[in-house]
């Protein structure tokens, strides 16, 4: 094939990808506006923080993306939006270089180590069938409408998988080619993945298991190789921890506020439904041809092994398989992902069709060409039409519509977001005041205001809960938590009133995070609840901060007046009214001079342990997980008690958390909550 005919193939495939990403360019996924918030404020010379003048927060997971995001708008004055879709589209041209120069590897390494004369056909060392190879697997990665899809969307998610591939591809040419120095840039580029998604750790573990392997394996027979496997592991290790202390100095906490999130949810107890959906949308020839891709390259590497040859195809097929594995394991510990088209699958899609293409190769030659070509072409075709977003998603025809503009991108004008954003504004009226949102990406990015995301993406104190209570009881304390803020709209999507009872209906989406709020007597009492009647399509619901509260530093169990001072949270109202609980939560007011939080009640059930010794965990204020007082109480056999506490934190009013816990046993991990009848907490001088 002459050169001049490959040229203008590339070329056509570049201008394909420009052409499809232009189709998708006005989609934009709603949580590209949490990096951009962060990158709009890093520019703006405010740090890493979610609201202008706020504490700093890291509420997302790309620090990387981020940064990037920030400096194309502090240099060129690109918007963020933008920005991050160029971003994306670029990482496309990257993903595609790196996957060609993989496979050119490969066959570096095929026409090496395996000898000619043992081949009956030897197609694949002639330089066309090169270059049939390369322009047929590009098809099939960089031409999937599924992967331009998420390019697009102004997310990270193709910028990660750009720069895995190109660890990958510098960890294969130090292996194959004994050019140990490169593993220093390895670990270069596994830091920046590290920094650009979640799973990173999971790659970076691979990669240095890999490496530390090899240098095992082949310590004896190549000079070097321990050498600067050393050095990827120092470099590594002082990245790292550079790292954790700028993080833990600049946040306080070197773990992000998705992490604890995302975490605290897992897909074990789901039956793999992430893979099952994700592989059934794929279709069943591309699930035969994974599947069959895994097999054989778990052939390969046995029969290798067994006899004892061709080492550096090995390191190639463990490579991708590794890769591969890791995420899998990454999918089954996080719970997957709520976006559609198998996001977290996304960033590996590339390796699913360098996987299938290399067993293909391996397993074909001793084919006739012709043949060759053919299976090349349907595994092309099959990666293509699984590649594709078939769902109509968008018009295709934005020549019409206009070339690329911050307002064709930003084409929200006519939506439910751009309503609910000038009604949010016109509420707020440029108060300093907070507002809460479900959905904490355009709405909170375009309105004035501190801006709190109800599931706690831009608040470590409720994003920690989901590790301190569960997800079943986090939702509780992050509701309290919201409200002691008191925000003057709390806006939610997805709610409505049923015009047959009138009762308010919560899309299951949301419901596991929202219905908490219309069970809290606080909520209910200070907040105007006004939800859009009958559900005829999306929309967003607000609720309006009345002002009618007024605080105070004492909680009696008998005056009505302060029932709303208590959150709903764990406790459930005797007979009689007073409070029992296992949990209290209340917002009250410290006032000046009071240093000291007492509280007195009974725990009927102490007179059942031999053990009268209880721990009293009292957390407070802001800091939902964090300021925690332990106080240690032997309670007397009537169960009466009365604590008090030094109360360094200052507050107009503290949301303060009180549960008592006893041994049941000597073992100290057997412990157990106490129900505990409160007749009053409050603050006091002495």
Known sequence: MKAKYVTIIYLLLCLGVLFLGFSYFYLTNDD?????????????????????????????????????????????????????????????FFAGIFSSLILNLFVKVIREDMLIDKVKNTWLWQNTSLHVLNILMLLAIVSSTWFIFWATQGLETILYSALLLAA??????????????????VALVAFLGLNTRPEGIMNFLLIVILIVAWCIFRRKCEKGVVKYGLYFLAISILLILLLIGWKELYFGDFIANPTYIKMAFSIWHRDFLYFINYFSKKGLLF???????????????????????????????????????????FILVSGG????????????????????????????????????YIGLSL?????LYSGSVREKVVNLRWWETGFIGVDQVHELQNTIQYRAV????????????????????????????????????????????????????????NRDYILSKKPKVI????????????????????????????????????????????????DWSFNIWNDNYKSTNLLTWDDERNEDKLMYG?????????????????????????????????????????????????????????????????IKESGKFSIKVPWALEGEDALITIRVTSMISQNPKEKRELSVIFDYIRFGNE
């Not at 502090?74 to 933008?82: E, G, Q, V």
């Not at 990958?168 to 840039?185: A, D, E, G």
């Not at 996001?343 to 699913?352: G, W």
Request: proline residues 2%; hydrophobic residues 45%.
């Open 337 to 372: 992902d709520y976006m559609p088209y198998g996001r977290f699958f996304v960033t590996h899609y590339p390796y699913f069709i360098m996987l299938a293409f290399f067993t293909f190769v391996i397993s074909s030659l001793n084919f006739t060409k012709i043949i060759t």
């Open 422 to 477: 000038k009604k949010l504004n016109k509420l707020m009226n440029n108060t300093t005041k907070y507002f809460a949102t479900s959905e904490f990406g355009y709405v909170a990015y375009n309105t004035v205001g501190r801006g709190l995301d109800m599931i706690g993406l831009n608040q470590k104190e409720i994003a920690r809960n989901f590790s301190l209570y569960g997800i079943k009881e986090a939702v509780y304390a």
């Open 379 to 383: 595994l092309t075709l099959i990666f």
């Open 32 to 92: 590209s506006y949490i990096s951009a918030r962060y990158a709009r404020n890093l520019s703006g010379g405010y740090g890493f923080v979610s609201n202008y003048l706020g504490e700093t927060q890291e509420g997302y997971s790309n620090l990387f993306f981020v940064l990037l995001v920030s400096l194309l708008n502090s240099l060129f004055s690109i918007d963020f939006i933008i920005g991050e879709k160029i971003i994306g589209i670029f990482s496309i």
């Open 491 to 538: 806006v939610a999507l997805n709610e409505y009133r049923d015009n047959t009872n009138h009762s308010i209906v919560i899309d299951p989406g949301q419901q596991w995070f929202l219905e908490p709020y219309y069970k809290s007597d606080f909520f209910l009492s200070n907040y105007e609840v006004t939800v859009p009647e009958g559900r005829k399509t999306e």
């Open 287 to 329: 699930s035969i041809i994974v599947i069959a891709s895994f097999i054989g390259a778990t052939w390969i590497i046995i029969r290798n092994v067994l006899c004892n040859r061709h080492a550096r195809l090995n390191i190639i097929f463990l490579t991708l398989l590794g890769f591969l594995f890791s995420q899998f394991f």
């Open 168 to 185: 990958t591809y510098m960890l294969m040419y130090s292996f194959v080619n004994k050019k140990y120095w490169m593993l220093t840039i």
């Open 570 to 634: 764990f406790y459930e109202k005797e007979p009689d009214h007073r409070w029992m609980s296992s949990l209290a939560r209340v917002l009250i007011r410290q006032g000046e001079g009071n240093n000291f939080l007492v509280f007195s009640g009974i725990i009927p059930d102490i007179r059942n342990y031999s053990n009268k010794e209880v721990v009293i965990e009292i957390r407070g204020n802001d800091e939902a997980v964090g300021d925690l007082v332990l106080a240690r109480k032997t």
